[in-house]
């Protein structure tokens, strides 16, 4: 097996997150290869833009069915960044598109309470579980967002996040994880949770 393999998805933010990892000393390398993906030791789906166009990338480029094969068969650890946590998920209402299904959860408008939209900037965390990527976070921690959609909190959520109701900053089943902030974007923080993900033996 190969070493980290960061999924093409298409979108814009696969170099910053490939660099993340390069920074912290990791074999990475991005593909689309269904092949290359399967032999990876660990996987992470980033994301940017819709989840629409987001899954149908991954159909055109056979890539549903591997990434879903991870939580049936290989059992590599897997985590999604920003759009691609929301993926990891049963179904999304940006654009009403059913989405991969590795952890239970639905993607909706976020409830902002009357704050500006997207939900853009630094913000911190709460109801931090004990899960091994959360190891270090604590309340103070500032994590860097941009989202409009956000998963609701339900049993699988691993951190919230409050920006007018709370949504969902972390989640995880099994060998699959998810941050909705954008860890590559987030400084020492951030790179906290890259860090805790490699080193991360479900």
């Known amino acids: 097996m190969s070493g980290l393999v960061i999924v093409d998805t298409g ?3 696969i170099s910053s997150v490939y660099f993340a990892f390069k920074r912290l000393g990791a074999d990475a390398t991005i ?12 996987i992470v789906l980033p994301g940017v833009g819709s989840a629409r166009q987001a899954m149908q990338n991954l ?17 590599q650890p897997l985590l999604g960044i920003c759009l691609g946590m ?3 998920t049963a179904h999304s209402m940006e654009g009403d598109v059913p989405c991969l299904n590795l ?22 965390l709460h109801s931090i579980s004990d899960h091994p990527l959360m190891a270090g976070f604590d309340p103070q921690d500032y994590l860097y967002f941009v989202h409009s959609f956000g998963v609701a909190p339900n049993r ?10 709370d949504f ?17 974007r987030s400084g020492k923080t951030g790179a906290r949770l890259l860090q805790n993900f490699l080193e991360w033996q479900p």
């Open 59 to 75: 159909q055109q480029r056979e890539l549903i069915e591997c990434l879903q094969a991870v939580q049936k068969n290989v059992q």
């Open 31 to 42: 593909s689309k290869d269904p092949r290359a993906i399967k032999a990876a030791n660990r």
């Open 86 to 88: 929301q993926l990891l």
């Open 103 to 124: 952890i239970p959860g639905e993607v909706l408008p976020l409830q902002a309470n009357g704050l500006r939209l997207p939900h853009m900037g630094w913000n911190t």
């Open 156 to 165: 699988y959520s691993l951190a919230l996040c409050d920006y007018g109701n």
């Open 11 to 13: 979108c814009a933010n």
């Open 168 to 184: 969902s900053a972390v989640i995880g089943k099994g060998n699959v994880a998810g941050a909705q902030f954008h860890p590559e």
